[in-house]
């Protein structure tokens, strides 16, 4: 005689649905990622995101209302790992200026290029954006950016390794010139070697943080 079987508790539909759906969005997101940085952010279509996925045009087009919002989450998905990656690696400095150290030195290898490409892409297309919200993560993108900036100057001053009355300022023209350098890099216009570029940005640091002796 078999025993009796237990009920199967009803599940909800939206919790039937709910995970099966988030794991096809990122699906879709993680393979226009690479796609955004082979391809550039505005040569990449659904049909291309779809056929990367390995998913058919009409499950993209259910899952994201357009090619803008499918590249958003993939821009910010990659800009949010490779920050988090950054922040890692400065918090294994013992020192706020070792910190600052590793951080030029992150942002500025022979892998970064690929990531620097993807970042301006990003804000070419805000430029385009009617989006409320892509606007709104763009600016939220950049306040954590400058955030981890003022952290490391400030952890510095706080151990007594740099005097500065002006961290605001530091962080503004901090990132301005990552910026910039990382644009003269990608346009090789004039020239710009890795080691330039770090050199550059680390000279800046002993100007604006004088250090103390």
């Known amino acids: 005689m078999k025993a009796a079987r237990t009920p199967r508790r009803a599940v909800a539909a939206a ?3 709910r995970q099966p759906t988030e794991v096809r969005r990122r699906l879709i997101v993680e393979a226009a990622v690479p796609l955004i940085a082979e391809r550039g952010y505005a040569a990449v279509g659904v049909r291309d995101v779809a056929a990367a996925a390995g998913v058919s045009v009409g499950t993209v087009t259910y899952h ?13 998905l990659h800009i949010e790992r490779y920050y988090a990656e ?7 400095a013992d020192t706020g200026a070792e910190a600052l150290r590793l951080l030029v030195d992150a942002l500025f290898t022979e892998d970064t290029d690929r990531h620097w490409r993807m970042w301006f892409d990003y804000w070419n297309a805000g430029d385009q954006a009617t989006d409320e919200t892509f606007t709104r993560g763009q600016a939220q993108r950049y306040e954590a950016w400058h955030q981890q900036i003022r952290a490391l100057a400030q952890r510095g001053v706080a151990d007594g390794e740099f005097t500065g009355d002006d961290l605001d300022g530091f962080t503004v023209r901090f990132a301005a010139l990552a910026d910039g350098l990382a644009l003269q890099r990608l346009r090789q216009a004039p020239p710009l070697s890795t080691q330039d570029a770090r050199r550059h940005l680390n000279r800046f640091i002993d100007t604006e943080l004088a250090r103390t002796t």
């Open 64 to 76: 994201f209302g357009s090619v803008q919002e499918i590249l958003s989450e993939a821009m910010v």
């Open 86 to 92: 950054l922040s890692e690696t400065a918090e294994q």
């Open 15 to 17: 919790d039937r649905t």
